[in-house]
C-alpha cells in the first residue's frame, strides 16, 4: 500500500437507511441476544476504526435505535445504498469509506481486518467477491476518497445500483476469508438459522 493511501484516514459507514419492505420489519432493530444487528454492525467497526456512522434517511434520524449512533443523514433521495456512500463522500471527503451493510449476520472481525489490510493503494474500490456469483459484493467494501467522482458520473448516467458501479470499474477484489460472511437477510425465511431474531 502506497504511502499516501496508508495516510489517509478510513471511517465506517453503516447502511441503516433501507425501508425493510421484503423483511416487514426494520433489520437495523432486529436482535442477537441482548443486542440489535446494527448495534453488532456498529461495534465491530469501531474496533478497527477511528470513526464510524450510521447512514440514515432524515425520517429515521429520531429513531431510539438508529440515535444512539453518529449519524450522516441523506442529502439525496430515492438512490437507495448509492444516497448514504455520496451522503457519507460529501460529508468527510478527504478521508476512505468501509461501507458495510447493517443486514450481514455472519459478518466479522476476521472479514473487516481483511478488507482494511488489504485495501488497494490505487483502486478506487476494495471489495470481496461473491462467493455466490463471483461479482463484486459492494456492501462490505472500502470505497477511497478519490472514488468519489467516479460515484457521481454513475449516477448522473441514471446508474444507482452500488454492484453496477464497482462492476464497471477498475476495483480490486478479495477472496473472503469467511464464505459466509456476507450472506444477509432480506426476508422472514432468511432468518430460519441465522443469529437473528425478530425485534
Given at each position: 500500500?502506497?504511502?499516501?493511501?496508508?495516510?489517509?484516514?478510513?471511517?465506517?459507514?453503516?447502511?441503516?437507511?433501507?425501508?425493510?419492505?421484503?423483511?416487514?420489519?426494520?433489520?437495523?432493530?432486529?436482535?442477537?441476544?441482548?443486542?440489535?444487528?446494527?448495534?453488532?454492525?456498529?461495534?465491530?467497526?469501531?474496533?478497527?476504526?477511528?470513526?464510524?456512522?450510521?447512514?440514515?434517511?432524515?425520517?429515521?434520524?429520531?429513531?431510539?435505535?438508529?440515535?444512539?449512533?453518529?449519524?450522516?443523514?441523506?442529502?439525496?433521495?430515492?438512490?437507495?445504498?448509492?444516497?448514504?456512500?455520496?451522503?457519507?463522500?460529501?460529508?468527510?471527503?478527504?478521508?476512505?469509506?468501509?461501507?458495510?451493510?447493517?443486514?450481514?449476520?455472519?459478518?466479522?472481525?476476521?472479514?473487516?481486518?481483511?478488507?482494511?489490510?488489504?485495501?488497494?493503494?490505487?483502486?478506487?474500490?476494495?471489495?470481496f467477491s461473491s462467493t455466490h456469483d463471483g461479482l463484486p459484493e459492494p456492501l462490505c467494501a472500502v470505497y477511497a476518497s478519490n472514488s468519489a467522482d467516479i460515484v457521481r458520473a454513475f449516477v448522473d448516467e441514471g446508474i444507482?445500483?452500488?454492484?453496477?458501479?464497482?462492476?464497471?470499474?477498475?476495483?480490486?477484489?478479495?477472496?473472503?476469508?469467511?464464505?459466509?460472511?456476507?450472506?444477509?437477510?432480506?426476508?422472514?425465511?432468511?432468518?430460519?438459522?441465522?443469529?437473528?431474531?425478530?425485534?
Open positions: 500500500m502506497s504511502s499516501r493511501r496508508a495516510a489517509t484516514p478510513v471511517y465506517g459507514l453503516v447502511l441503516a437507511g433501507g425501508e425493510s419492505r421484503r423483511m416487514g420489519r426494520d433489520k437495523a432493530k432486529l436482535r442477537r441476544g441482548e443486542d440489535s444487528q446494527l448495534s453488532y454492525v456498529v461495534n465491530l467497526l469501531e474496533a478497527q476504526l477511528e470513526r464510524v456512522f450510521v447512514s440514515t434517511r432524515s425520517e429515521q434520524s429520531d429513531d431510539s435505535e438508529r440515535s444512539r449512533f453518529a449519524q450522516i443523514v441523506d442529502r439525496f433521495s430515492d438512490m437507495g445504498p448509492v444516497a448514504g456512500i455520496l451522503s457519507a463522500m460529501a460529508e468527510y471527503p478527504d478521508v476512505d469509506w468501509l461501507v458495510v451493510a447493517c443486514d450481514l449476520p455472519n459478518i466479522d472481525e476476521a472479514t473487516i481486518c481483511y478488507l482494511l489490510e488489504h485495501r488497494s493503494a490505487d483502486k478506487p474500490f476494495t471489495a444507482h445500483c452500488p454492484r453496477k458501479i464497482l462492476i464497471r470499474s477498475d476495483s480490486h477484489l478479495l477472496t473472503q476469508p469467511n464464505p459466509r460472511s456476507l450472506d444477509n437477510v432480506n426476508t422472514p425465511d432468511d432468518l430460519q438459522g441465522s443469529v437473528l431474531a425478530a425485534p
